[in-house]
């Protein structure tokens, strides 16, 4: 276990975007976030783990451009500076999908908002699907699809942009176990395949040693990162991995870690 | 063994049975659409026929209450009077509409650029809305030399607001997140309003259209009430005064009914309009299951 938060960690090599100092006030007086460092590396598949209002959200939201720091900085090193498209795609924990668009348009809109027609675009779109296995709903509504496939579209529509970086916010977790898994493991083969850079919200030990090779763990009142947990086991993983020593001493560690977190909270949490 | 369960297979294959609950759902849709049309009907002939017997038992005199088969002679005979009177206020209704549609949805795409243009804006919006139409039209008509332009601005004044408001609530009700997803991908202003808040819209729109089709209806009737004067390419509304000077009630009674049947058909082609555009992904026009 390494603590978090060194400073220069943003300028290190291969990191996609690093959040220096940040804090974050909202209106309402509420400091969702106080003094959070945090650099992502190119390729890693980090987990941010923490109790619900640790600010976890706000964090995601503030790297994506949705949200801005009230204090500290946002560092993109591989960027010229005062780039405003970061290459960025965001799943929510609801699908999020336009009801009156096909899966196909749903798919299409990153690509349509930059200007490219659903002609031009046609490959990209359907690779996207292929993907996620839903090539063949291309011109179904969100309305006919299982909660399970509406995410993946979600996802879909998140791949379609090969983004540098891709937040998602509890994606699964309104989706019931069985569906989890399956997409989990699903996730996990893109990953592998096309090496993206992932930051997943989750509030699920299970899930975050399942999924990532990092785990920062967050703390609430104010939200802030109480530790920084590598996951070294080898991918692929699978139904075994789950079932392993391995997996359990990784759940326990981060498991005890987030305890450790929650007991140092102010009482009134 | 394998004998046995051949046919259990077989049957399976073919079409389940249905279980005692879904065989009576079934039943019960079948009766449900019949009995949508077929009841309204029986309400309406055995009305039809209590009118009839009213009149014939107690001698009703016609200049007081006409039966119904004298309604009809008076629609048949007066049908060349009142067929271009229907056509004047159809096309007065429907021009308001449509007026009422690009007008409300206009102010409303435009309220929805600016909060402070909508905070300026829709309070007199709402004055217009709920002054009633018929202590204003009488002004609109000195103001305004030509009568059809009245009848219009009328019209117009009480059909616009449902659909100004409606499409108002509905472009300001897109979803949270999509709005993020938009903004992530950098869409310009002109493409969330167009692939996202207008269509988030239509639902509400749609819902606003048809009470402001039945409302410009109305507008139009109470203009030319108001406006009264006679002539070539007067409505129905200054037929029914025209015929209540004359004491002809039966056609006074005409008059009513086609104006009825209009707001029928007006009503019935928004709401088809609506189906239509909305079947393939809103709730309200999606038949649900059990
Ligand atoms: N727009 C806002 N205005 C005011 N306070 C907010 C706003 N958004 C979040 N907060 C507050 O900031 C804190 C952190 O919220 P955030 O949504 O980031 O938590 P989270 O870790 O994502 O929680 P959860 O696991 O429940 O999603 C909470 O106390 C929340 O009430
Ligand atoms: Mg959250």
Redesign the interface.
Known sequence: MTLASSPLAGEAAGTVVSLQNVSKTFSNATVALKDMSLSIRQGEFVSLLGPSGCGKSTAL?IV???SSPSAGRLVWPGERPGQ??HD???V?Q?P?L????TVFANVH??L???GESARVARDRVMEALEMVGLEGFAES???ELSGGMKMRVSIARALV?KPKLLLMDEPFAALDEITRFRLNNDLLRLWEEFGWTVVFVTHSVFESVYLSNRIVIMAARPGRVVADLDVDAPYPRGEEFRTSHLYSDHCRRASDALQAAMAGEAPDA | MTADTEPDRLAAAALPPLDAAEAGKLRRARIDRIARWALPAVVMIATIAGWQWYVDAYQVPHYILPGPDRVVAALLQDWPTLWPALLVTLQITLGALVIATIGGVGLAVLFAQSKWVEMSFFPYAVILQVTPVIVIAPLIFIYVPSKIVGLLICAWIVAFFPILSNTTLGLNSA?H??R????????SRW?TLW??RL?SA?PYFLGGLKIAGGLSLIGAIVAEFVAGTGGLGSGLAFKILEASYRLNIPRMFAAIVLISLTGIVIFASLSILSHLMLR???ESA?KRDG
Not at chain 1, 98 to 101: G, H, S, T
Not at chain 2, 180 to 187: D, S, V
């Open positions: 939201r994506a451009g949705l405003k498209d960025i795609s965001f929510f609801e999020t336009m009801p009156w668009a809109l990153p349509k908002l930059k509504y969100p309305r942009t | 979803d997140n999509l993020n997803l938009f903004q992530l991908y950098g869409a493409q692939h996202l269509p239509l393939r992904w809103h999606i």
